[in-house]
């Protein structure tokens, strides 16, 4: 639920969308509309973790030292922390 709030959506707002979906596709079509979308984000994610791997051991064959990357990602997981505290102290008031 909280996702949903991040988005700016209420419940009447999804039930509105939900139903126009409905309206458009019919209720028949709406599963095989969603495993498509499935199987899409699926391909999605597998194609970018294979870039990833790719541009990886590209780097490695070349010698490249990529352990700056995982420092970086430390010190973006250290700030996102840092503010999520202030900001969860500035919400709960």
């Known amino acids: 639920m909280y996702f949903l709030g991040f988005?700016?959506?209420s419940g009447a707002e999804i039930f509105f969308i939900m139903f126009i979906v409905v309206m458009v596709f019919g209720a028949d079509k709406?599963?095989?509309?969603a495993k498509?979308?499935?199987k899409g984000m699926r391909q999605l994610k597998d194609a970018t973790e294979d870039?990833?791997?790719e541009i990886q051991?590209?780097?490695e064959k070349q010698g490249i030292d990529?352990?700056?990357?995982?420092?970086?990602?430390k010190e973006l997981d250290?700030?996102?922390k840092n503010v999520d505290d202030v900001t969860g102290t500035i919400k709960r008031k």
């Open 30 to 33: 709406i599963p095989g509309i």
């Open 7 to 9: 988005l700016f959506i």
């Open 36 to 38: 498509g979308l499935g």
């Open 66 to 73: 990529t352990s700056f990357a995982e420092d970086i990602k």
């Open 78 to 80: 250290d700030v996102k």
């Open 57 to 59: 051991k590209s780097a």
């Open 51 to 53: 870039i990833k791997q």
